[in-house]
């Protein structure tokens, strides 16, 4: 089952980076972190993962706080084609190695 | 297109009988999994494979869905006896690496049952 605690909804102007923060305040030494996205009626999406660091990648970023209990996926510079829903879901041995998403929280990009 | 494809894409049924849905997983992969999505809720894990055998299915998966996954290759979700509660999207994902490796995710198959 899901670990992590996201809000439900958020928004964002055009061309401003996005924020999503998520709460993941048990997870294990073992586990990661990992960010999906699912625009309407299109499978989820990989967007990013990281275990401690901050990682980086073509896409946004993924900050982990040092106690690893919340972390926050930025996009930088968001466009329409952001509005999503961005799913956290940390994974690792306590979870079988699988991934459980939550409600996630939907995105919605304001022109 | 080398991703994961699923098909059909949409079903419509009548409660009652029995659909097939089929997944074809990016050829490399060696590990298959299906999830459930109902509206406003995010993906359910049903079950997964890795390579032919099935290695874990969720108390989701009631004794009229079975899952196969002959030679490692495609795999097969069926449902018998469908019920309205079964109405969802059924969503297929590969992957490759044990631990880290990400999900890959079709398009999905959307099933009504009328």
């Known amino acids: 089952d899901a670990k992590t605690t996201q809000p439900p909804s958020m928004d964002c102007a055009e061309g401003r980076a996005a924020n999503l923060p998520c709460n993941h305040s048990?997870?294990?030494?073992?586990?990661?972190v990992y960010w999906y996205r699912q625009i309407h009626s299109q499978g989820p999406q990989y967007i990013i993962h990281?275990?401690?660091n901050n990682e980086t990648n073509e896409m946004a970023s993924l900050i982990i706080t040092e106690d690893r209990k919340s972390s926050t996926l930025i996009l930088p510079h968001a466009t329409l084609r952001d509005t999503a829903v961005y799913y956290c879901i940390v994974r690792g041995s306590n979870t079988g190695n699988q991934f459980y998403f939550g409600t996630g929280t939907s995105l919605t990009v304001i022109p | 297109d080398t991703g994961v494809s699923q098909d059909p894409r949409h079903k419509i049924t009548k409660r009652g009988q029995n659909v097939t849905f089929r997944c074809d997983p990016i050829s490399e992969h060696n590990r298959l999994y299906w999830y459930r999505q109902t509206l406003g809720q995010g993906p359910e894990f049903l079950t997964y494979?890795?390579?032919?055998?099935?290695?874990?299915k969720s108390r989701l998966l009631s004794d009229r869905f079975s899952a196969e996954r002959p030679k490692g290759s495609f795999s097969t979700l069926e449902i018998q006896r469908t019920e309205q509660g079964d109405s969802a999207m059924y969503l297929c994902?590969?992957?490759?690496?044990?631990?880290?490796?990400?999900?890959?995710f079709g398009e999905g198959s959307r099933l009504t049952v009328l």
């Open positions: 494979f890795q390579n032919e055998a099935q290695l874990e």
């Open positions: 990281g275990l401690k």
């Open positions: 994902a590969s992957s490759w690496e044990l631990y880290t490796g990400e999900l890959f």
């Open positions: 048990t997870i294990s030494g073992n586990e990661y």
